[in-house]
């Protein structure tokens, strides 16, 4: 079969279209043959070495994939050949064909696109794991609004009553972030943004709940557009650098900064959160934005990912 291998860990031109033997199947497991296999910025970090664990090579990289079931390992129950599903792994998504632990596998609804339902795997569950405790009334600004994660916050920010901004760095993304339903869309290249991002909060005082991602510059300007009590949570860095924060700036507001990850969740948790997204979905509260590209154009996607060149989910289209 085709897969995307990594040899050494580099820029994108390490991506490499190879022939490899096809996994087989153990109990408590099932072959899918992809149809789609999803793209995270956390990939870029993993093929770069900066991610948080660092597999040993070679190895391919991908996180989730939809597609349909070849082949079902024995013990298994509720999975059958033929059907279509969505699946989140530890690595391995690259490929015409993944083998997945039957517990990290969910029947896709009707009608649910492949592209989709990557999408809602991991950006999706994401989304929802970033929102928690966020209460109607209250005001967030999502930054890269226009992406996979952050054009699923600002729909479900909304839908729960929030006051959203969002931000994006060119004039295309910020239409899209507000044709999502951003209340205010404000680009961050421009040097007074914090102060655009108070002006469109209530009486100027800020945000309640600032989602961040960018890092670097934007990163450290962050707690200029924090409300008194707000919380930042931080769960990446796109433009691969990292930012100052002076422990003494939150003191005077009684500020909180702490990151995220998906992992930190429990089963059961996950388990509620695909609930909730897939009811959003079946009663078309979410508009979810995918962009493919071909298997063999993996490293082109990983170069527009990183150029800030792509909106919404970014995929990667195998058969």
Request: proline letters at 3%; a neutral charge.
């Amino acid at each position: 079969m085709k897969a995307i291998r990594i040899h050494e860990l580099g820029g994108a031109d390490v991506l490499r279209l190879e022939e490899v033997a096809k996994p087989e199947v153990a109990a408590g497991t099932v072959l899918i043959k992809t149809e789609v296999a999803g793209i995270n910025y956390a990939d870029t970090m993993l093929r770069k070495g900066t991610y948080l664990t660092r597999p040993s090579l070679p190895f391919t990289p991908g996180f989730e994939v939809a597609g349909r079931i070849e082949e079902v390992g024995a013990g298994i129950e509720g999975l059958r050949v033929g059907q279509r599903v969505m699946a989140k792994m530890q690595g391995g998504g690259y490929a015409e064909y993944a083998v997945v632990q039957a517990g990290q596998v969910t029947p896709m609804p009707d009608g649910l696109e492949f592209g989709t339902a990557t999408a809602l795997l991991a950006q999706g569950l994401t989304a929802l794991g970033l929102l928690k405790g966020l209460q109607a009334g209250q005001s967030i600004l999502v930054h890269a609004a226009a992406g996979g994660v952050g054009s699923l916050l600002v729909q479900l920010a909304k839908l729960k009553g929030a006051r959203v901004i969002g931000t994006a760095s060119t004039a295309a993304k910020l239409e899209i972030v507000k044709e999502l339903g951003a209340d205010a869309a404000i680009n961050y290249t421009e040097a007074d943004w914090p102060e655009q991002v108070r002006a469109a909060t209530p009486n100027g005082a800020g945000v309640d709940l600032l989602i961040e991602m960018v890092g670097g510059e934007v990163g450290a300007q962050n707690v200029k557009c924090l409300a008194p009590g707000a919380t930042m949570i931080i769960y990446g860095a796109a433009s691969g650098r990292d930012f100052p924060l002076s422990a003494l700036s939150l003191l005077g507001k009684h500020l909180t900064v702490r990151g995220y990850t998906l992992y930190s969740e429990t089963e059961a948790t996950l388990a509620e959160f695909t609930r909730e997204l897939m009811a959003h979905v079946k009663e078309h509260r979410l508009q979810v934005l995918v962009q493919e590209f071909p298997l063999a154009q993996a490293a082109d996607a990983h170069r527009a990912i990183e150029g800030r060149q792509t909106t919404g989910k970014v995929v990667l289209r195998v058969q």
